[in-house]
Nanobody, 114 residues
Framework: QVQLVESGGGLVQPGGSLTLSCSVS????????TGWYRQTPGKQRELVAN???????NYLDSVKGRFTISTDNAKNTVYLQMNSLKPEDTAVYYC????????WGQGTQVTVSS
C-alpha cells in the first residue's frame, strides 16, 4: 500500500509564499505521475499541478508562473512551491500519485488572508 503524507500548510498573507511537501512511501519515480489537487467547499477537486514519470509538468492556468512542482526521488518527496499567493488559492491541498492504483494524501489546509 502506497502512503502519502502532506505537510507545510498554514496561514499566509496575500503575496506570501508556502512550500508543501508530500512524503511518499515508494519512490515517486516508480509512479506514473504525482501531483497536487485542491478543493474548496461546494467545488469539485481540481488539478493544481502534476509531473509525470518522464518529467512532463502540467499546471492549472491560474497558478502558472506562481507555483512550481518538483520531486526529489532520492528523498521520496514531492514539493509544491507556491509564490505570490492570492486569497482564491485558499483550499485544502491533496497530494496524489498513481501507478495502477490512485493514492491520496489526507490533505493540508492553506489559508491566504490578511
Amino acid at each position: 500500500q502506497v502512503q502519502l503524507v502532506e505537510s507545510g500548510g498554514g496561514l499566509v498573507q496575500p503575496g506570501g509564499s508556502l512550500t508543501l511537501s508530500c512524503s511518499v512511501s515508494e519512490n515517486p519515480g516508480d509512479m506514473y505521475a504525482t501531483g497536487w489537487y485542491r478543493q474548496t467547499p461546494g467545488k469539485q477537486r481540481e488539478l493544481v499541478a502534476n509531473i509525470t514519470n518522464i518529467g512532463y509538468k502540467n499546471y492549472l492556468d491560474s497558478v502558472k508562473g506562481r507555483f512550481t512542482i518538483s520531486t526529489d526521488n532520492a528523498k521520496n518527496t514531492v514539493y509544491l512551491q507556491m509564490n505570490s499567493l492570492k486569497p482564491e488559492d485558499t483550499a485544502v491541498y491533496y497530494c496524489r500519485a498513481h501507478d495502477n492504483t490512485i493514492y491520496w494524501g489526507q490533505g493540508t489546509q492553506v489559508t491566504v488572508s490578511s
